[in-house]
């Protein structure tokens, strides 16, 4: 398996990425399709980012006076480049994060729709009028441009969690600055001059400054998390990294918006559609190589229909086209690189310390690429919900635990520190019903009939617990990127106090 050149270069040429001489201060991007190099960018440092801080604080001073519908335009006009370019920045996504052709297509799909999204929002940011209790006053809330914007994004989503930070930050008068994964940096470049491209046709009304990237690490992320310029910082990426930015964004009083790991189960019911809960957990469990933050990592199943959907499983777990991304036919891609390999197979050693019977995981197609990491997806069959199974482990390692009593499932399914999504299979509405309740599922998605990956931009996305507590991209998550101001109007000739205090002087 080897990329061609060719692709690789049209791709890139199509747009309009530039790439830094490998001299330079760079980062390296390689392909996990067979780990060859896609080209370098260059990075910036500490003083960078906070030179960049400053450009974006004065592009808000302008931005935020621009209307909102006309700060729509400029996102209506970008989702116009992501229309026209969709098929070679969906191809970029699949060369650098190595997923399938049409989950990279449905990557920038996402991006458009949320940019279709906050063009709509655009004329709708509106607060509540809210009834006085004093005669001759008004009372109501408006929603005001809250700052500069940081964005923090994981590799697994290369364009669209940017997206939904990004155009919704844009509608609502902030510039952004965007700190992309260091495994991902070549889709970041695109996506920044692609709405160059944007920016030329809306003219001059738009700020210098609007959007930026900060490529590099760890360090230009705690740049940004640092800079008490930064009004809102929204950190998508493993609760290791959320739990050392948050604070610091937090010691300054800024704003942080933090979209963590997730340890999503699906509980499959004795009234289940079999073949409805086999395909749902095939498809969240293996798709993306199970690195998706909704991936679903746990299966808890009832005993009664555990042999029959375990037998379907497995069958359709020895039937996966595992292989190059960018072939059509294929279903599941590589691991992103050595090390998403290595922390596989360690956790699956743990596993089997810990009493799991474990079937698949293991390295295929070593001879044809060398250099890169593909692996069968594992299922794992657990005696107990034990350590490793409360853990994230960023792989296909499907757990399976059983139960007999809707309400053991439900405890086990609530038991791990994430709290992202879930799922569960059944044919009972009262379990259905009892699944979305206050006493059910603890996840910021809870879902009936269908897997725990896959979320439409409509609705608010994010978990609680070590998730991070953040929502974004549709519902109300815009308010995360205007800040409140209640006011009151008096237009009477008196001046009555509120809990009809006296103080007359
Ligand atoms: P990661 O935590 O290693 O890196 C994510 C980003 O954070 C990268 O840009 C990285 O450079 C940056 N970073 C790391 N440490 C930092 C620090 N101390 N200060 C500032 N920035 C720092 O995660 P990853 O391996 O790229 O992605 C996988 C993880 O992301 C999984 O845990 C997955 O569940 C999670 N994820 C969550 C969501 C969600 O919406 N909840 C979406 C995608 C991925």
């Not at 009832?302 to 279903?331: F, K, M, S």
């Not at 549709?474 to 209640?486: F, H, L, P, Q, V």
């Amino acid at each position: 398996m080897k990329l061609e050149r060719d692709t690789i270069e049209l791709t890139l040429a199509e747009l309009g990425v530039e790439r830094a001489s490998p001299q330079a201060a760079a980062l390296l991007s390689c392909s996990p399709i067979d780990g060859s190099p896609l080209g370098a960018v260059r990075t910036h440092g500490a003083a960078e980012v906070d030179a960049m801080v400053e450009t974006a604080r004065r592009a808000f001073a302008a931005w935020r006076l621009v209307p909102a519908p006309r700060r729509g335009e400029l996102i209506r006009l970008y989702a116009d480049e992501l229309r026209a370019h969709k098929e070679a920045l969906g191809r970029l996504v699949s060369l650098e994060a190595g997923k399938i052709i049409s989950e990279g297509q449905g990557e920038v799909q996402e991006m458009i729709d949320i940019c279709d999204f906050a063009v709509g929002l655009s004329r709708q940011l509106h607060g509540l009028t809210i009834a006085s209790e004093r005669p001759g006053h008004r009372m109501m809330e408006t929603w005001h441009p809250l700052g500069v914007v940081g964005v923090i994004s994981a590799f697994n989503f290369p364009v669209a969690v940017w997206s939904w930070n990004f155009a919704l930050a844009i509608v609502c008068g902030n510039p952004v600055i965007w700190k992309p994964s260091e495994k991902t940096p070549l889709a970041a470049q695109a996506c920044l001059a692609l709405f160059g491209r944007a920016l030329r046709r809306y003219g001059d009304e738009a700020p210098n400054g609007l959007a930026q990237v900060a490529q590099g690490g760890r360090e230009a992320g705690e740049a940004l998390a640092g800079n008490a310029g930064v009004a809102l910082l929204s950190a998508t990426g493993s609760t290791r990294m959320g739990r050392e930015v948050g604070p610091r964004v937090a010691a300054r009083f800024g704003r942080s918006l933090l979209e963590l790991g997730g340890n999503n189960a699906v509980i499959v019911a004795p009234t289940a559609d079999l073949d409805l809960a086999c395909r749902g957990i095939v498809f969240a469990a293996v798709g993306t190589c199970g690195q998706r933050c909704t991936t679903t990592r746990r299966l808890i199943v009832h005993a009664d229909v555990r042999e029959t959907l375990l037998a379907r499983l497995r069958q359709a777990y020895a039937n996966l086209p595992i292989g190059n991304p960018l072939d059509p036919a294929t279903l599941v891609g590589p691991l992103i690189d050595a090390a998403a390999f290595d922390a596989m197979q360690a956790t699956l050693r743990e596993a089997v310390a810990q009493g799991a019977a474990v079937h698949g995981g293991g390295r295929v197609l070593q001879r044809q690429a060398p250099d890169a990491y593909y692996v069968e997806p594992a299922i794992a069959m657990m005696p107990a919900q034990t350590d490793v199974v409360r853990r994230e482990a960023f792989a296909p390692i499907l757990y399976v635990l059983t139960y007999r009593d809707y309400d053991e499932a439900i405890a086990l399914h609530n038991d791990v520190p994430h709290g992202l999504s879930s799922a569960i299979f059944t044919n009972d509405l009262r379990e259905a019903e009892s699944f979305l309740s206050a006493a059910g599922s603890d996840c910021g998605i809870a879902n009936v009939n269908l897997g725990t990956s896959g979320a439409e931009i409509g609705g608010a996305f994010g978990g609680d617990k070590e998730t991070g507590g953040g929502r974004e991209s549709g519902s109300d998550a815009w308010k995360n990127y205007m800040r409140r101001a209640t006011n009151t109007v008096n237009y009477s000739r008196r001046l009555p106090l509120a809990q009809g205090v006296k103080f007359d002087i």
